[in-house]
C-alpha cells in the first residue's frame, strides 16, 4: 500500500495550463502503475490517463489527447499531468490512483487513492 498526495490544482480561465502532481510514498515506486481520474459534479468518476514504468503502459482519454500530458520522475517518485488548454469541461476533481503492474481502466481497479485536488476552469 502507498500513500499519495496530490497537489497542483486550483481556479484558471479557459485556455490557461495547469500542472498536477501525484507524490507516492513507500517503495518500489516503479512497480506501480499511476493514473489520474477526474470527477465533475453529477458525473462519474472517469479514468484520464494512466503510466507505467514502460511507454507501453500508457493511456491517455480520447477526451484528452492532445491537450493532457502524463509522465513521471523516478527519483521524485511523483507523477505529474500537464494540461493544457483548460475549458470550463475540464472542471473537476482529480484523483490520483496506483496499482501494481498492470494498466486498469476502471476505478476499482485500483488499490490506492489520493485525497483529489480540485480544478476548476472558468469561461
Not at 481520474?37 to 458525473?43: D, I, L, T, V
Not at 503502459?57 to 499531468?81: C, H, M, Q, W
Not at 483548460?86 to 476499482?108: M, V
Request: net charge neutral; proline share 2%.
Amino acid at each position: 500500500q502507498v500513500h499519495l498526495e496530490e497537489s497542483g490544482g486550483g481556479l484558471v480561465q479557459t485556455g490557461d495550463s495547469l500542472r498536477l502532481s501525484c507524490v507516492h510514498s513507500g517503495r518500489m515506486f516503479s512497480n506501480y502503475v499511476t493514473a489520474w481520474f477526474r470527477q465533475a459534479p453529477g458525473k462519474e468518476r472517469e479514468l484520464i490517463s494512466a503510466l507505467g514504468w514502460t511507454a507501453r503502459a500508457t493511456y491517455t482519454a480520447p477526451s484528452v489527447e492532445g491537450r493532457f500530458t502524463i509522465d513521471r520522475d523516478n527519483v521524485k517518485n511523483t507523477v505529474y499531468l500537464q494540461m493544457n488548454k483548460l475549458k470550463p469541461d475540464d472542471t473537476a476533481i482529480y484523483y490520483c490512483a496506483a496499482r501494481l503492474f498492470t494498466l486498469g481502466y476502471r476505478d476499482s481497479d485500483y488499490t490506492d487513492w489520493g485525497q483529489g485536488t480540485q480544478v476548476i476552469v472558468s469561461s
